[in-house]
T-cell receptor, first 113, second 114 residues
Framework: SQQGEEDPQALSIQEGENATMNCSYK?????LQWYRQNSGRGLVHLIL?????REKHSGRLRVTLDTSKKSSSLLITASRAADTASYFCATVIIIQGAQKLVFGQGTRLTINP | DAGVIQSPRHEVTEMGQEVTLRCKPISGHNSLFWYRQTMMRGLELLIYFNNNVPIDDSGMPEDRFSAKMPNASFSTLKIQPSEPRDSAVYFCASSKTLTYNEQFFGPGTRLTVL
């Protein structure tokens, strides 16, 4: 089963609307990161939130973290066509003393002009 | 900075052939990661290095896969012999340290094994 699971798997909204994507995870984490992947490209780091933080902002991005519910959300405000991409959450977990970054399956976001 | 560089960008080969994927991490980054991405399995971590030393290769699917990092500026991922189920996009990423801050991804190599 996935350590990080995004919800929904796909989201389609109109330009200018806000987009919210959720991520749930199973084990204790060191930090949680969100990445964006445009079609045919590599992943690009968006924002990192540490386990002792509850909310973080970066431009039009707002990330929340609820460690009691083992969940995080990514909010993109005033969406633009260029925001069309897949968004992944990634969690840092420790397995046998080694840190690993584990990615979810992603949310495919489509912004309609 | 040119970012993480991967070559080739596309590779088409026949089953049984050896495939070598190459990666040049960002200068000054001490950690390097190899990932595989498919529609069915998503993004999987195959192996990662810290200071040129393999730390965790538990994600390498089979003995047909091997990875090396002979120096701080170069790594290879080799598949021998290749099989159709190895078809995927392979990404290399690097980060400054192993403490999992931001990872920088290359553009990927799209591998098709016929």
């Amino acid at each position: 089963s996935q350590q990080g699971e995004e919800d929904p798997q796909a989201l389609s909204i109109q330009e200018g609307e806000n987009a919210t994507m959720n991520c749930s995870y199973k084990t204790s984490i060191n930090n949680l990161q969100w990445y964006r992947q445009n079609s045919g490209r590599g992943l690009v780091h968006l924002i990192l939130i540490r386990s002792n933080e509850r909310e973080k902002h970066s431009g039009r991005l707002r990330v929340t973290l609820d460690t009691s519910k083992k969940s995080s959300s990514l909010l993109i405000t005033a969406s633009r066509a260029a925001d069309t991409a897949s968004y992944f959450c990634a969690t840092v977990i420790i397995i046998q003393g080694a840190q690993k970054l584990v990615f979810g399956q992603g949310t495919r976001l489509t912004i309609n002009p | 900075d040119a970012g993480v560089i991967q070559s080739p960008r596309h590779e088409v080969t026949e089953m049984g052939q050896e495939v070598t994927l190459r990666c040049k991490p960002i200068s000054g980054h001490n950690s390097l990661f190899w990932y595989r991405q498919t529609m069915m399995r998503g993004l999987e971590l195959l192996i990662y290095f810290n200071n040129n030393v393999p730390i965790d290769d538990s994600g390498m699917p089979e003995d047909r896969f091997s990875a090396k990092m002979p120096n701080a500026s170069f790594s290879t991922l080799k598949i021998q012999p290749s099989e159709p189920r190895d078809s995927a996009v392979y990404f290399c990423a690097s980060s400054k340290t192993l403490t999992y801050n931001e990872q920088f991804f290359g553009p990927g190599t799209r591998l098709t094994v016929l």
